[in-house]
C-alpha cells in the first residue's frame, strides 16, 4: 500500500535555526498539507497547498513558514528562524482531490522537531 | 465555528469488553467525519471515515462508528478491546470554510488493560 513519508524522523536545531521537513507524497496525490501536534496538544493545521499555491494557511503559518514542491515530489516545510514554541510534531498528509469528496488524508509518520 | 469534542481524556477498559470513544461535532456544511489512531512515537493512522449512507460505517481493525445526526456524534467502538488497541484515538471533521482542511478533537487515550 503507498505510504506518505517524511525525512527527518527527528530533528534537533538551536533557536534562530532554519529547518526544512521533507514529505514524499503518494505518488498519485496532488493536494498537501502540513499539521502539527504540539506534545500533549491537539492536531493543528497548518498550510495546504495545490497546484505549486498555498491554498489555505492558518494563523499559526507566519512569515517564518514557507512550503514548496521543489522537484515535483518532495513537499518541504521551511522554518527560517525557529523558536521554542515550534518544537512539536509536524505531520504532512496529502489527498488526491481535495476534501470535497470526503477523500481520506493519509498521513505521514512525522517528524519530531526538538528547539532548544 | 466548527468544532470536534472529545469529552474524555482517558478510557480504560477490560481486554475483551467492549469499548466506546465519543465525539461529537459541529459544522456548518455536511458532516464528513473520520477517525485516526496514533500509536506511540507513529503517525496518524486512518481508521474509518463517514461521507454519507449508512449510520454504521466499519473500517479498520474491528472498530466500527455510528453516526447520529440529531446527537451531533460519532463514537467509535469495537465490541472485544484487545490490548493491542491501546494508543490515541482522534476525531476530525472537514472544514468546509476554510478549503477542507482537518479539524482535530483533543484525543482520548484508550487503555485497554489484560
Known amino acids: 500500500e503507498p505510504e506518505v513519508t517524511q525525512t527527518p524522523s527527528h530533528q534537533v536545531t538551536q533557536m534562530g535555526q532554519e529547518v526544512i521537513l521533507r514529505c514524499v507524497p503518494i505518488?498519485?496525490?496532488?493536494?498537501f498539507y502540513w499539521y502539527r501536534q504540539i506534545l500533549g496538544q491537539k492536531v493543528e493545521f497548518l498550510v495546504s497547498?495545490?497546484?505549486?499555491?498555498?491554498?489555505?494557511k492558518s494563523e499559526i503559518f507566519d512569515d517564518q513558514f514557507s512550503v514548496e514542491r521543489p522537484d515535483g515530489s518532495n513537499f518541504t516545510l521551511k522554518i527560517r528562524s525557529t523558536k521554542l514554541e515550534d518544537s512539536a510534531m509536524y505531520f504532512c498528509?496529502?489527498?488526491?482531490?481535495?476534501?470535497?469528496?470526503?477523500?481520506?488524508?493519509?498521513f505521514g509518520p512525522g517528524t519530531r522537531l526538538l528547539v532548544l | 465555528a466548527q468544532s470536534v469534542a472529545q469529552p474524555e481524556d482517558q478510557v480504560n477498559v477490560a481486554e475483551g469488553n467492549p469499548l466506546t470513544v465519543k465525539c461529537t461535532y459541529s459544522?456548518?456544511?455536511?458532516?464528513?467525519l473520520f477517525w485516526y489512531v496514533q500509536y506511540p512515537n507513529r503517525g496518524l493512522q486512518f481508521l474509518l471515515k463517514?461521507?454519507?449512507?449508512d449510520n454504521l460505517v466499519k473500517g479498520s481493525y474491528g472498530f466500527e462508528a455510528e453516526f447520529n445526526k440529531s446527537q451531533t456524534s460519532f463514537h467509535l467502538k469495537k465490541p472485544s478491546a484487545l490490548v493491542s488497541d491501546s494508543a490515541l484515538y482522534f476525531c476530525?471533521?472537514?472544514?468546509?470554510?476554510?478549503?477542507?482542511?482537518?479539524?482535530w478533537g483533543a484525543g482520548t487515550k484508550l487503555i485497554i488493560k489484560p
Open positions: 497547498f495545490y497546484n505549486n499555491e498555498i491554498s489555505e
Open positions: 505518488s498519485n496525490h496532488l493536494y
Open positions: 498528509a496529502t489527498t488526491r482531490t481535495g476534501g470535497t469528496s470526503g477523500e481520506t488524508q493519509y
Open positions: 459544522v456548518s456544511g455536511n458532516p464528513y
Open positions: 463517514y461521507i454519507t449512507g
Open positions: 476530525a471533521v472537514i472544514n468546509w470554510d476554510s478549503n477542507y482542511q482537518l479539524i
